[in-house]
């Protein structure tokens, strides 16, 4: 019973720090509930508590307790602040007890989630026109298929049929998604970004790691190390 305890506090641990490291960006039509976590839920009756999180307030705080216990040392922190583990458990018991989806646990407790732009070649046939536009760096003919994506691996839009050897950032600047956004046409709440590789500008809405044209400090590798960790995923 407690080995079996332990790995469900581990299990938890581990899925709070993977899916809520930080504020991130997803765009969306409805507003984040103001302070759920901090003002809402402290005034919740134990009942309430369970009917929500399907837990009593009493276990709630030892599992807390458990997980402070069993956290590794964090690593020092650089961007935007990592939320505190107090919220990160409440918002992974909650996501865990009730059959919401990320979108709607992310505007209930005031958090967004992170997308991802990056650029593919999709080979054809040498066009009749232009044809060394077409020619990439990868020696074979293609068109650029731009795309951005959330934590889900799901589009969230999709750019494609500049030559193949334009770069990554002048396809985005060509992009409708880049005219919208400098329109005011998208926003990015909290502080939010997307997320790209070097071959992309950092600016006020695209977060980029720090190029190594120059030796970098032991905090920007770590800021390198986690900003690709967000923006590359096995499956």
């Given at each position: ?13 581990q899925?709070?720090k ?11 039509s409805?507003?984040?509930l ?34 402070y216990g ?8 650089v961007?935007q602040?990592?939320?505190n ?7 992974t018991v ?24 990056d650029g ?5 046939n ?5 044809r ?7 020696s ?14 799901l ?22 998604i ?7 046409e998208?926003?990015?709440p ?11 500008k950092?600016?006020?809405f ?6 190594h ?13 986690i ?9």
């Amino acid at each position: 019973m407690v080995e079996s305890i332990k790995t469900a506090i581990v299990a938890t641990a581990q899925c709070a720090k993977q899916f809520f490291m930080d504020d991130s960006d997803e765009e969306d039509s409805t507003e984040k509930l103001n302070g759920f976590a901090e003002n809402v839920v402290p005034l919740m009756a134990d009942h309430q508590f369970q009917l929500h999180f399907r837990m009593s307030p009493t276990t709630f705080e030892y599992l807390l307790h458990a997980v402070y216990g069993i956290r590794q040392n964090p690593t020092v922190n650089v961007g935007q602040p990592q939320i505190n583990l107090d919220k990160q458990l409440m918002i992974t018991v909650w996501y865990l007890g009730n059959l919401e989806s990320f979108r709607s646990v992310a505007n209930r407790f005031a958090i967004s989630v992170i997308e991802m732009i990056d650029g593919t070649a999709i080979e054809i046939n040498a066009p009749k026109e232009h044809r060394m536009s077409y020619f990439n760096r990868k020696s074979y003919f293609s068109v650029v298929l731009q795309g951005i994506c959330d934590h889900n691996m799901l589009f969230a839009d999709v750019y494609a049929g500049q030559p193949g050897s334009k770069h990554d950032y002048a396809v985005f600047e060509k992009s409708d998604i880049f005219e919208r956004i400098n329109n005011k046409e998208v926003s990015f709440p909290g502080n939010s970004y997307i997320i790209g590789d070097f071959a992309y500008k950092l600016s006020n809405f695209l977060m980029v790691g720090f190029k190594h044209n120059r030796p970098l400090s032991q905090l920007e590798k770590n800021f390198n190390i986690i900003l690709n960790k967000c923006r590359v995923t096995s499956y």
